[in-house]
């Protein structure tokens, strides 16, 4: 009897193990699905294009940067689906974010302007990919986009003792903070359920928001180095 209940014991466990697998497999792909066709949805490919044909004719220069970027996005998707880790370098993710919003600028132009505060000697720690851009195309389509004077975006990452906590705050439009919790299967919430499942209780996304004052989300996972 003891035997037989070790056994279906054991048995549960690795049932368990093969599902949260699946689960975060899934969650994964589901995650860079999302960041790629927020990158290049209609709206945004077209916006890019007509930015660069204006570009190309009055700063070659700055087109050719820009070009760079929409390259450097295709290729940083494209190695993750052939890699398939879970985390990323965060010097890699910071460089990617960097590109999506220099592109969203080529659009905004002076209505947006991004801050970063980054604590140094953290670019080897492991984020989940495309965490960073997830908050900042929140920010972005979100917060400042609909703003006809724009606004900006505050970005601060730091060490809070074996914690790495990513920040993003909009001085944008703001929302009812029930119709965020509402939004089921939306970027923030699909990134929530990525990081409980990679890091269980040791990580946490938390947003406030309140119509006319602004977007903050705070993310804060376990420090640990890619493999």
Not at 2 to 31: I, N, P, T, Y
Not at 47 to 74: Q, Y
């Amino acid at each position: 009897l003891a035997g037989f209940m070790m056994w279906s014991e054991s048995l549960h466990r690795v049932q368990e193990s093969r599902a949260l697998a699946a689960r975060e497999s899934v969650l994964r792909a589901q995650a860079e699905a999302k960041a790629v066709r927020a990158q290049f949805n209609p709206h945004f490919v077209f916006n890019t294009l007509h930015s660069l044909m204006l570009l190309v004719r009055a700063d070659p220069s700055a087109a050719e940067r820009a070009i760079e970027d929409v390259a450097s996005l295709i290729r940083y998707a494209s190695i993750l689906e052939r890699r398939n880790q879970d985390v990323v370098p965060l010097g890699e993710e910071l460089e990617i974010a960097r590109r999506y919003v220099g592109l969203e600028a080529l659009r905004l132009s002076d209505r947006m302007t991004v801050q970063w505060e980054i604590e140094a000697d953290l670019e080897r720690v492991g984020v989940p990919p495309f965490s960073l851009q997830t908050l900042l195309e929140n920010a972005i389509k979100h917060g400042i986009s609909p703003k006809e004077e724009g606004g900006r975006i505050r970005v601060r990452i730091r060490r809070e003792s074996d914690l790495l906590a990513i920040s993003v705050e909009d001085d944008g439009s703001g929302a009812v903070p029930e119709m965020v919790r509402a939004a089921g299967g939306k970027g923030l919430h699909l990134l929530q359920s990525r990081v409980s499942t990679l890091f269980g209780k040791l990580a946490s996304l938390t947003w406030r928001t309140a119509p006319g004052e602004g977007f903050s989300a705070h993310l804060k996972i376990p420090i640990a180095k890619p493999p």
